[in-house]
């Protein structure tokens, strides 16, 4: 397991014994903070998951699946995260999801909670909120005018984001996810996903895989370049 810095507050959960008995752990830091960053530095997370299980061909591992793991793997040798939480499309994205947060809380008469970034073992995911008093998450994402409509007409999650919401179920040990989507001037799309077990298993083993496969070319590299495997 990566190491934490000091300065990060991390709060153990209780075990959750649905999730194979690992302990969830809640990092208290601001999401797209440095520290939230630092916290994802080398471990699939949520938002990535989809790339986990990308379908190759002939039943080949995926270009998104390789790619990813050598991003994950870059992290872990350098120490430099890939991705850095700041852009014109992204702070677009920031303000949308504070008007489609309010906009829900106000529509399904609910409070919500952010929260940093949620581990159980070497998984995480960050929820976009977390609704008060209940065992529930909200995953908001703003779409295109086009893609909006095509959510609201079909009624149901859209395909590209079901490994991202099951797999904040599958690391938080929560019950349901309210998925949210957003454009301005349309209605709100909202759907609530109840976990897949049979799916989050399926998942689970594929993250497994995917990161045996990571941690055996860690050691490689190590071993190789770096003088000998790190702790």
Same mark, same amino acid.
């Given at each position: 397991?990566?190491?934490?810095?000091?300065?990060?507050?991390?709060?153990?959960?209780?075990?959750?014994?649905?999730?194979?008995?690992?302990?969830?752990?809640?990092?208290?830091?601001?999401?797209?903070?440095?520290?939230?960053?630092?916290?994802?530095?080398?471990?699939?997370?949520?938002?990535?998951?989809?790339?986990?299980?990308?379908?190759?061909?002939?039943?080949?591992? &995926? =270009?998104?699946?390789?790619?990813?793991?050598?991003?994950? @793997?870059?992290?872990? /040798?350098?120490? #430099?995260?890939?991705? +850095?939480?700041?852009?014109?499309?992204?702070?677009?994205?920031?303000?949308?999801?504070?008007?489609?947060?309010?906009?829900?809380?106000?529509?399904?008469?609910?409070?919500?909670?952010?929260?940093?970034?949620?581990?159980?073992?070497?998984?995480?995911?960050?929820?976009?909120?977390?609704?008060?008093?209940?065992?529930?998450?909200?995953?908001?994402? &703003? =779409?295109?005018?086009?893609?909006?409509?095509?959510?609201? @007409?079909?009624?149901? /999650?859209?395909? #590209?984001?079901?490994? +991202?919401?099951?797999?904040?179920?599958?690391?938080?040990?929560?019950?349901?996810?309210?998925?949210?989507?957003?454009?301005?001037?349309?209605?709100?799309?909202?759907?609530?996903?109840?976990?897949?077990?049979?799916?989050?298993?399926?998942?689970?083993?594929?993250?497994?895989?995917?990161?045996?496969?990571?941690?055996?070319?860690?050691?490689?590299?190590?071993?190789?370049?770096?003088?000998?495997?790190?702790?």
């Amino acid at each position: 397991m990566l190491d934490i810095d000091d300065d990060i507050d991390v709060i153990d959960a209780a075990p959750d014994t649905t999730e194979a008995g690992d302990t969830l752990q809640i990092i208290d830091v601001p999401q797209n903070s440095q520290e939230w960053l630092h916290a994802r530095l080398g471990i699939p997370t949520a938002s990535c998951f989809g790339q986990v299980v990308a379908p190759g061909r002939a039943d080949q591992p &995926s =270009k998104q699946r390789q790619t990813y793991m050598l991003t994950l @793997l870059g992290e872990r /040798l350098t120490g #430099e995260l890939s991705e +850095q939480a700041s852009s014109p499309n992204f702070d677009r994205g920031h303000r949308m999801e504070i008007d489609a947060a309010n906009d829900y809380e106000f529509r399904q008469r609910v409070t919500t909670e952010t929260i940093g970034f949620m581990r159980r073992g070497n998984v995480g995911c960050s929820p976009d909120r977390l609704i008060t008093g209940t065992r529930g998450l909200v995953e908001i994402k &703003s =779409k295109k005018a086009n893609l909006q409509l095509a959510a609201i @007409l079909a009624d149901e /999650l859209p395909a #590209e984001h079901k490994a +991202q919401v099951q797999g904040g179920l599958l690391v938080s040990g929560y019950e349901y996810c309210d998925f949210v989507s957003y454009w301005p001037g349309l209605p709100l799309f909202v759907k609530r996903v109840y976990r897949d077990e049979a799916y989050i298993d399926w998942l689970r083993d594929e993250l497994d895989a995917f990161n045996e496969e990571l941690d055996a070319l860690d050691r490689q590299m190590r071993e190789r370049y770096y003088g000998g495997v790190a702790e």
